[in-house]
């Protein structure tokens, strides 16, 4: 267990809806990242907060946004979905250092119908 | 193109055998990491390279780091079918975002 929970594990949605992703990083830890991983493909990098703040952004669609809120979790909401926008999504968390590794929630897996 | 590229993209081997994944990048870095992901679900991290360590153990796991040709290497001993899965090369671009690549998609054969 990483420590990083994301809600809901499955999701499944018609086009043209939006949705929430919610993710708790580890305790202490400041920095969320957001990344969408398609059939076989890498990890996209989407955005990254600290400390509650937008850090740094990544191929991140406008029809997507997120945030952190004064607890520490992040949510990531997914509007206007099309079908090329199902996808596993998740989120990592890193300590206070950003050059330490990452650890990673188990994902939330989006079917967009 | 992304930036820290896997090498093969598949590798397919028998049970105790080593396998050797690549990973190649483009700019400079803070450090290089190195994560496995069992099939759909979450990374783990398996092992941390700073800029200036050439090479790094942990278990069955050794890892190389060549600045001058921006390249690293996996080696996984001894492979067992427990090994099966993707593994990806992170780079840390500056002090914020980790960058992934495709990854290499091995299976061992028992």
């Known amino acids: 267990d990483s420590g990083v929970t994301q809600t809901p594990k499955h999701l499944i949605t018609a086009t043209g809806q939006r949705v929430t992703l919610r993710c708790s990083p580890r305790s202490g830890d400041l920095s969320v990242y957001w990344y969408q991983q398609s059939l076989d493909q890498g990890l996209q990098f989407l955005i990254q907060?600290?400390?509650?703040?937008?850090?740094a952004k990544g191929n991140i669609l406008e029809r997507f946004s997120a945030q952190q809120f004064p607890d520490l979790h992040s949510e990531l909401n997914l509007s206007s979905l099309e079908l090329g926008d199902s996808a596993l999504y998740f989120c990592?968390?890193?300590?206070?250092?950003?050059?330490?590794?990452?650890?990673f929630g188990q994902g939330t897996r989006l079917t967009v119908v | 193109s992304q930036q820290g590229e896997e090498d093969p993209q598949a590798l397919s081997i028998q049970e105790g055998e080593n396998a050797t994944m690549n990973c190649s990048y483009k700019t400079s870095i803070n450090n290089l990491q190195w994560y496995r992901q069992n099939s759909g679900r979450g990374l783990v991290h398996l092992i941390l390279i700073r800029s200036n360590e050439r090479e790094k153990h942990s278990g069955r796991l050794r890892v190389t780091l060549d600045t001058s040709k921006k390249s690293s290497s996996l080696l996984i001993t001894a492979s067992r079918a427990a090994d099966t899965a993707s593994y990806f090369c992170?780079?840390?671009?500056?002090?914020?975002?980790?960058?992934f690549g495709k990854g290499t998609k091995l299976s061992v054969i028992p």
């Open positions: 992170a780079r840390r671009a500056g002090s914020y975002q980790l960058t």
């Open positions: 907060y600290y400390n509650g703040e937008e850090r």
């Open positions: 990592a968390s890193t300590p206070l250092g950003d050059r330490t590794e990452a650890f």
